[in-house]
């Protein structure tokens, strides 16, 4: 943050100095591998003046996204409400955080809320899809993806910052003031909207090969996925059919995708 690290203090082991030790023998770092901080909404200078109506405020559109360098693409937009629920909330597949004391793995956490419900999940995902039904606007729906991975290297294909190009991307989005292309799982950005983006927002070159690892469609993962989210809603009690058909829908775009190959780049499409 641009200051001098403290050699003393107080942090999640209790009093700590530079070089302290923990009971396994190991240096006990400055701040836990899962710290996190906060800071009103109210002090960003881009804060939305109409936070506090009480009347509320008109969404445009609603995202999700987990740590999953398997499958999802960096962003992308939901067919319609229904799919985007799905697809990208109910089917929320994230891999753990240090939060959990278990060595790394991936759950199906729908939402990124399920340890938070006071109702059934079935219920709850129930009361999603009718919300938008009700919707006289319905905000668009993305799925968000910052941890995505190369296959072969294990390197991540996103920088932290990245997710600033993607979320400008949903506004221009909501907006329809860009394009995008239909690939099997939902709708994707055009190359040139990015590199103008990534040009104007973090001055960066964005190369047609950075778009090419970050967009292309891995069609056996995603399918490999669908069947996880499936399996994982049958268990579920009351699971709305309409979560099944949407699946079945996507199941088989991606499977009529595989005359084109298991790794489709964004050009075919």
């Not at 403290?6 to 899962?34: Q, R």
């Not at 009347?55 to 499958?71: C, P």
């Not at 129930?126 to 668009?140: D, I, S």
């Amino acid at each position: 943050m641009g200051c001098e690290l403290p050699k003393t203090g107080v942090n999640f082991s209790g009093d700590w100095y530079l070089g302290k030790k923990g009971p396994d023998g190991k240096e006990v770092p400055p701040a836990h591998p899962n710290a996190r901080y906060t800071v009103a909404l109210t002090r960003l200078p881009n804060c939305d003046p109409e936070l506090d109506n009480p009347e509320g405020v008109e969404l445009g559109g609603i995202m999700f996204g987990g740590r999953d360098y398997r499958a999802g693409v960096p962003v992308q937009q939901g067919f319609d409400w229904k799919h985007g629920i799905v697809t990208f909330g109910a089917g929320l597949e994230t891999e753990t955080t240090p939060t959990i004391t278990e060595p790394p793995k991936f759950e199906i956490n729908p939402m990124s809320i399920r340890d938070f419900l006071s109702i059934p999940l079935g219920q709850y995902l129930k009361n999603y899809l009718e919300f938008g039904e009700r919707l006289k606007k319905v905000p668009l729906v993305f799925g968000v993806n910052y941890f995505l991975k190369d296959l072969q290297t294990g390197k991540f294909l996103n920088h932290r910052r990245d997710k600033h190009v993607w979320i400008k991307w949903m506004e221009l989005r909501v907006h329809g003031e860009v394009d995008a292309i239909k690939i099997p799982t939902g709708l994707i950005p055009e190359y040139e909207d990015l590199r103008r983006l990534f040009a104007e927002v973090l001055g960066k070159e964005y190369t047609e090969e950075d778009y090419r690892k970050q967009f292309t469609v891995r069609v056996r993962e995603n399918l490999e996925k669908v069947q996880r989210v499936r399996n994982f809603w049958k268990k579920v009690f009351d699971t709305p059919p309409e979560l099944f058909e949407v699946l079945n829908q996507q199941e088989r775009r991606l499977l009529d995708a595989l005359s084109l190959g298991e790794y489709i780049p964004p050009d075919k499409f």
